[in-house]
């Protein structure tokens, strides 16, 4: 019998390791992610795996440094490396040396390169963003005739407000649409009755909404005359096109209300606008009347009538004073009448008296009588020029010149509070005029 030939458990190993690393090229493995660890040096563990087997994968440092994507567990991803095999525990391992997201992650993977490269060139910037026309006449749409999206976008503007669409058939899915769009935006640029452009479609899945995401559309539309809304999808959908249009729209039926101004909100506006106007014409309107009537007073007191008529009444004010005056010293003046009259009597009683003395007296005692008469007379005569004293002292002109006034009104001489009420027209009168005036308090004594 001859001898058996018997391996050691590593020589195995190692023969399997040459076989596998040297019969095997380097290719290309999808799976799902599971197991995932960064380790502190840099380098990357995970396994790979799907429903009928896992493989164990080493991502070192020096390939993954040019990672352009978050790799996490349970992502679908093309792996490509090259196998080994550990020969210690017999296990076989994929060196890695790209990850690229599998399916929609590949999508996503460019979508967000191209995103990045243009954002860089500013393409995305603020600054390039155009304002919309708030009023435009006619609108260019550039989308699939027979979608939903133009229907949407056709209703909601007869609505809201009255406005010409033009709309550019193309096709918003396939290999073929991103040069279409490219030329409906390029025949709405050589129009010069285009006011705004509108790119839309309804939605649909990543790889359907694929044509809003080519780089030379993205670059059309940034360079377009006139200025762009992109209605791409649903809310939640995100295309290069609205990162570069002028306004981004979440749905086409909010394209459409972006673009034109709500006819009732404008007819609301307008009709305020007009009540703000009415209401400043009313204004100089009626500044302007009292100016004229201003003026036209200013005119009606400078007519010589009116100034004779001002001086009639000033004339009368003037009589109406000296009456008021008058009854002040009368009682002065009577009560000096009546004492000259009272002086008149006894002068006249004592020459009398005197006569008759003289006849039946001599010379001496005459001319004795004569002289007591002439004291009596002085003294009398002086006394009666002390009373003309105190009435000129106390004479209305000299009370006024001493710092009175004399208070009257059209209802006559004031003696009281009570003659007056509140707002009426006072007339105060002083040495050297008169003065006007009008009550606003009245304060009676309490005493």
């Not at 399997?16 to 992610?33: A, N, P, W």
């Not at 040069?179 to 009755?193: E, N, V």
């Not at 729209?249 to 009732?264: G, R, Y």
Request: aromatic share 8%; net charge negative.
């Amino acid at each position: 019998m001859n001898e058996l030939l018997v391996f050691s458990v590593y020589e195995v190993s190692m023969h399997l390791k040459q076989v596998v690393e040297s019969q095997i090229e380097e290719l290309y493995v999808r799976g799902e992610v599971s197991n995932f660890v960064r380790h502190s040096s840099g380098h990357i563990y995970f396994n790979l795996k799907d429903n009928n087997a896992s493989m164990r994968c080493t991502f070192f440092k020096r390939s993954n440094a040019s990672l352009n994507f978050d790799m996490q567990e349970g992502q679908e991803v093309v792996c490509f490396g090259k196998l080994t095999l550990y020969e210690k525990n017999s296990t076989y391992n994929l060196n890695v040396y790209n990850v690229s997201l599998s399916g929609k992650g590949d999508l996503s993977q460019r979508f967000e390169a191209l995103k990045n490269k243009l954002k860089e060139e500013g393409l995305f910037d603020n600054v390039h963003k155009r304002t919309l026309p708030p009023y435009p006449s006619k609108i260019g749409i550039v989308t699939s005739p027979t979608g939903a999206a133009l229907q949407d976008i056709k209703n909601i503007l007869v609505r809201r407000f009255p406005v010409q669409v033009e709309v550019y058939p193309s096709q918003v899915q396939g290999a073929d649409a991103p040069q279409q769009l490219i030329a409906g935006i390029k025949y709405f640029d050589s129009r010069d009755d285009i006011d705004l452009v509108i790119i839309t479609r309804g939605g649909g899945s990543q790889e359907d909404l694929w044509c809003f995401n080519d780089e030379a559309l993205a670059r059309v539309i940034f360079k377009s005359v006139h200025p762009i809304i992109s209605a791409v999808g649903h809310e939640i959908d995100y295309s290069i096109a609205d990162f570069v249009a002028d306004l981004r729209a979440p749905t086409p039926s909010a394209a459409a209300e972006l673009a034109v101004p709500d006819k009732a909100e404008l007819m609301n506006y307008l009709s305020s606008l007009e009540d703000r106007i009415k209401l400043r014409l009313k204004v100089q309107f009626d500044k302007a009347k009292a100016e004229y009537t201003e003026l036209a007073h200013g005119f009606a007191l400078a007519h010589p009538e009116a100034m004779l008529e001002r001086m009639q009444q000033r004339l009368d004010m003037d009589s109406t004073e000296l009456e008021h005056l008058s009854l002040f010293t009368q009682p002065y003046l009577q009560s000096l009448q009546s004492a000259e009259k009272e002086l008149l009597q006894r002068g006249v009683s004592l020459l009398r008296q005197i006569q008759e003395t003289r006849a039946s007296l001599d010379n001496n005692e005459a001319s004795r009588l004569q002289v007591l008469a002439d004291t009596m007379f002085d003294r009398y005569k002086t006394a009666l020029a002390q009373k003309e004293e105190i009435l000129r002292l106390n004479s209305l002109q000299n009370l006024l010149k001493r710092g009175f006034a004399y208070v009257d009104s059209k209802k006559g001489h004031l003696r009281s509070t009570s003659q007056v009420e509140l707002d009426d027209e006072l007339y105060i009168h002083l040495s050297d005029g008169q003065l006007t005036a009008s009550v606003t308090k009245i304060d009676k004594d309490s005493r």
